[in-house]
């Protein structure tokens, strides 16, 4: 099955899908993006996912192409035709194509690409044996509360992360502030209370994020959004990072330190069962 693309207004193989260079996307990194997977071959968290895109799009003056329901239409479309057990879709929306300069002409038609590719599949022992992340110097703009397809530091960053064995690198401000991986958010549970930064302006209102925060409200879990330390951190319990294509995985070391016993903690393993 190969993977699928939709791109001025039709569903071709992706490997065939090309962006003109004026692309605003391509010149300025000026667009937003979302990440839905399938569930039993159902985009999960859907609305919650073009909730977001609504503000991101917002959040950059930024028009969608097409209404909310059309998007959820296509998204529906793409799945079914790709044919794929779970599908990671992917959605893309530049300002448009337009000669390179930095302002751009107001009435621009925003470009929107979608494509379909099998859902990652994540080795099983990452969740069974945890991971090891890094530290970095949190060195991205004011707004990552928008889910911008600039991504150099997080780009940067992973390399980083991998070339040193590491699975993730966290992003840490110079008052010793936690924010977020380069692609994750980040919990840690200390006395049986789970904490985790504030969805503000300064990380991605992660949609697994939210969920987790539901999830073990609904079950008396006390969950703390507020300021974190590195230090905490260090001395937490358990730790764990949240994605839409992780879902859930356990932190065992931080810049090869173990957290708790360096084990993946009872707390995180029962979160893991809170996913469908
Ligand atoms: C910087 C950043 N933080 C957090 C997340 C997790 O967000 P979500 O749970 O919506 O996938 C992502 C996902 O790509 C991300 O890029």
Redesign the pocket.
Known sequence: MPELAYLENSFIPLAEARVPVNDRGYLFADGIYE?IVTREGRPFLQPE?LA?LEHSAAGINLRLPAPLSQLEKLIATGIAKAGFAETMVYLQVTRGTAPRRHDYPGDLEPNLLLTFRPRPEYPPELGQEGIGIITVPEIRWAR?DI?SIALLP?VMMKQQAVEKGCREALFVCADDTIR??????IFFVKNDTLFTPPADHH??A????GFIIKQASARKIEVCERKCTLEELREADEAFI????MDLLPVTTVDGHAIGNGRPGPLTSRIRGFFP
């Open positions: 990440v996912h977001r990552c889910k997080n977020e991986c380069t692609a994750a958010n990380i991605l992660g949609i697994t994020r949240t994605s839409s294509t």
